[in-house]
């Protein structure tokens, strides 16, 4: 039985999107702005609650493995969020000044 590398395939799939991702396919300490979340009118209000809402930006700070739950920063507060939901997230990746 061969594993898939899934991870590429989304990554090559985000390149044509004008560097809109999901969530999930950040890697843990990168930062993202918030573009939109795609979901039924329950999942955005929940997420506007907690604060996540499109121009804000969102650090990752901890991502579990076997599509676990996902550690963010956001405004400051640390949230959890299942792989589901973050899923449905979707962010435009900022560059690190280190890296530029």
């Not at 590429?8 to 990168?30: D, I, P």
């Amino acid at each position: 039985m061969r594993f898939r590398n899934r991870r590429n395939r989304r990554a090559r799939g985000a390149q044509s999107n004008g560097g809109v991702t999901s969530l999930t396919s950040l890697g843990e300490g990168e930062k993202g702005i918030v573009t939109k979340a795609m979901g039924g009118f329950g999942l955005v209000r929940r997420l506007t609650e907690m604060g996540i809402t499109p121009g804000i930006e969102i650090r990752v700070l901890r991502k579990c493995a076997f599509h676990g739950p996902v550690e963010l920063e956001v405004r400051g507060v640390a949230l959890a969020l299942g792989y589901g939901v973050a899923s449905k997230v979707f962010v435009t990746p900022l560059k690190d000044e280190a890296d530029a």
